[in-house]
Structures are given as C-alpha cells and as structure tokens.
C-alpha cells in the first residue's frame, strides 16, 4: 500500500506480525489472529475506540469466513472485498452472493484504488 501510494492516515492495518532469528520464527508476543477469531470485538479496546464512530469501513478478505470481522450492526456501513483466486468457476456465484466486490485473477489494489476513485472524499470517513 505505502509503495502504491494509498496507505492513509485513516487505515489501520491489523494483521500477525513474525519475527525471525535467522531462519527461526520467534515466539509471538501477540494474540495470534486467525479465521474464527478475526473480529471487531476481539481487538484491543483501544483499537475499537478509534474505529467506532467511522462512517464506513472497507473490508477485505479471500474467506467466505472473512465477513464475520464486521458485526451484523456494522454490515449496512460496509463495502465488502473478496479475493478470489482458486477454483474461480466453482466458487464465483458465492463469492459474489457474498462480497459486494469479487476480484479475481490476480486482481490488485490497483483495482481497488479504480473503484475507490471516483468516490475519493469518503476516504477521509473511513
């Protein structure tokens, strides 16, 4: 995101962070994120303070499972992503009855930022 230019002020990335000794990973030091864990209630208090009163919020995922990261509540305020790259044909109809927006084929945020463009003011509501 930094190298294409759209890393924003007002995104906050959450993500597992590894660390290496040598070819070692180190132990986490973190609560390690996972598919049945990846939700907005199961993140630091702190971290749902600075996202509560967003009017938006953009969600991206490559798991049907993804989608639980937003509450129920907040799924109206939500513009969903799905990454879709294996078996295409076998799982597109899903993704899209799913995910308001399916890229596949090696698709980028290239593709993301075209789709955000036009609407480039929300961005400082997200």
């Not at 992503?81 to 899903?94: C, S």
């Not at 593709?111 to 400082?124: A, H, R, T, V």
């Amino acid at each position: 995101m930094k190298i294409h230019n759209c890393f924003y002020n007002n995104i906050h990335v959450i993500s597992n962070f590894i660390k290496f000794n040598n070819n070692e990973i180190l132990p986490f030091k973190d609560k390690i994120i996972h598919t049945n864990n990846k939700c907005i209630s199961s993140l630091p208090i702190s971290f749902n303070n600075k996202i509560i009163d967003k009017k938006y919020i953009l969600l991206f995922g490559d798991l049907i499972e993804d989608l639980k990261m937003v509450s129920k509540k907040d799924i109206n305020k939500t513009l969903s992503f799905g990454f879709l790259e294996k078996d295409v044909k076998k799982n597109l109809e899903l993704y899209k009855n799913s995910f308001d927006i399916v890229l596949t084929d090696n698709s980028s945020f290239d593709d993301i930022e075209n789709i955000l463009k036009p609407k480039i003011g929300i961005y400082n509501n997200i």
